[in-house]
């Protein structure tokens, strides 16, 4: 093993071991190398004369660059797209996400954190979690209502042993004790890596302040029990609270409750600020333990260079200008706006009670989208029949629910959408009753 990753393991084991412990073989290898880029960055501070260490070319004191393409980028200064960014990602788009997360999640004000690190988008900052943190049939605990790529991403991609509790209880809150009951069914592998995603894709759920506390509760006495855990916020429609829910991120409740639970939060401009195909990201540990924080973005950059090197310049620099422009809160909300009036049409259609032959609807009260629940049709026989006889797409779940994104609907279509998805529950209805 590398000299500089045994020198960060041996300090991340010295100040808490349980962080260690939780960390992939994988990711007790990876540190960030004393290489190019590093040579490079001592150099940008005191090369004074000639700067001959990194492979981009320059001309006139700046990068070199094809007029063609800068005259449609004509508002950005050639530094600001042109050369590579830092492997970390550009220090003030760093720094302003750091206080934009901080005025955002009022929670996390005493809390220790690191400094957010810029990811490819959150796909890419998933899979750098999966590869420092997950080995082969290590325990990945979520709910069964889930974003289908969680699979690729820690099972296929690193082989964790997926294991799902349902999503709902009875009553329609978030299942708390089904999350805690299968934490603790590992307790004997001693490490589990959990992934809560909220405001939550497919079902647009956030718990509510009791919720919220039942499942930091829940972690606590977990850990109190000796299981290690990676506790992984999926935060990729944060800030998109139209009702009764938390407004902030578990992720500030999380961070630093429990020397055994590492929290880790994975966001991005991508889909909170409708940025889609910037592909800019973050990650952001919590821990009070600086040489735990330390490490771990080490580790981090480790993976970083030996995968994409850095993410895109241009994008994290239109990124950082949005944050710093005067507008921004203001055109943000605007847009807020729009998706919680299209959220609250929905519930308005679904209760007046004229469907409820053909569905229940999960509850719903942030993000993108919502769920039905499907009474005697298949969903993927459904998703079929409405593409294929009124050009209606939807997503199929399982055999009973079907995902609606109210997010790319006009408040004004919403009830000719639902009207269409119930005509084709009625075809298939009638068919079924014809085949009996």
Not at 123 to 133: P, V, Y
Not at 277 to 283: L, T
Not at 407 to 426: A, M, P, R, T, W
């Amino acid at each position: 093993m590398n000299e500089i990753a045994q020198n960060l393991n041996q300090q991340m084991q010295q100040e808490n071991p349980y962080a260690y412990e939780l960390l992939s073989e994988l990711g007790k290898k990876l540190f960030y190398p004393k290489g190019i880029l590093t040579q490079t960055a001592e150099a940008k501070q005191k090369a004074y004369r000639f700067n001959a260490t990194i492979g981009i070319a320059t001309e006139k004191d700046g990068p070199m660059f094809l007029p063609l393409i800068q005259e449609t980028l004509t508002k950005y200064a050639p530094k600001d797209l042109y050369p590579y960014a830092p492997p970390a990602g550009k220090p003030e788009l760093r720094q302003l996400w750091q206080e934009k997360m901080l005025k955002e999640n009022p929670s996390l004000m005493d809390k220790s954190i690191s400094n957010p690190i810029v990811t490819n988008a959150l796909t890419h900052g998933l899979s750098i979690i999966a590869d420092l943190f997950v080995d082969e049939n290590d325990p990945f605990v979520l709910p069964d209502k889930l974003w289908g790529n969680y699979n690729f991403i820690f099972g296929i991609r690193r082989g964790a042993k997926n294991l799902t509790f349902p999503f709902y209880t009875a009553e329609g809150s978030f299942n708390t004790r089904g999350m805690k009951d299968t934490l603790l069914s590992k307790k004997d592998y001693g490490k589990a890596i959990l992934l809560l995603n909220f405001p939550n894709n497919p079902t647009g759920y956030t718990p509510n302040e009791q919720e919220a506390t039942e499942i930091v509760t829940a972690l606590m006495e977990v850990a109190d029990q000796g299981m290690n855990l990676a506790v992984i916020c999926d935060d990729a429609y944060f800030g998109l609270f139209y009702e009764n829910s938390i407004k902030e991120s578990l992720f500030s409740r999380i961070a630093d409750i429990h020397p055994r639970i590492l929290a880790i939060k994975v966001d991005g401009a991508t889909k909170e600020d409708y940025m889609w195909g910037f592909r800019v990201g973050f990650i952001t540990y919590g821990s009070k333990f600086p040489a735990v924080l330390d490490g771990l973005e080490k580790k981090t950059l480790g993976i970083l260079r030996g995968t994409i090197s850095s993410a895109s310049h241009p994008a994290q620099t239109f990124v950082l200008n949005a944050l710093k422009s005067t507008d921004f809160q203001a055109q943000k909300q605007e847009k807020f706006e729009v998706l919680r009036k299209r959220a609250c049409k929905v519930k308005q259609i679904l209760n007046h009670g004229h469907y409820d032959d053909a569905w229940d609807y999960y509850p719903f009260n942030s993000g993108y989208f919502m769920c039905l629940k499907l009474k005697g049709v298949d969903a993927e026989t459904l998703r079929i029949h409405l593409l294929e006889q009124y050009g209606v797409g939807v997503i199929s779940l399982g055999e009973s629910d079907i995902r609606v994104a109210f997010s790319c609907v006009e408040e004004q279509e919403l009830k000719n959408l639902y009207d269409l998805i119930y005509q084709g529950f009625q075809d298939l209805s009638k068919q079924n009753s014809s085949e009996a």
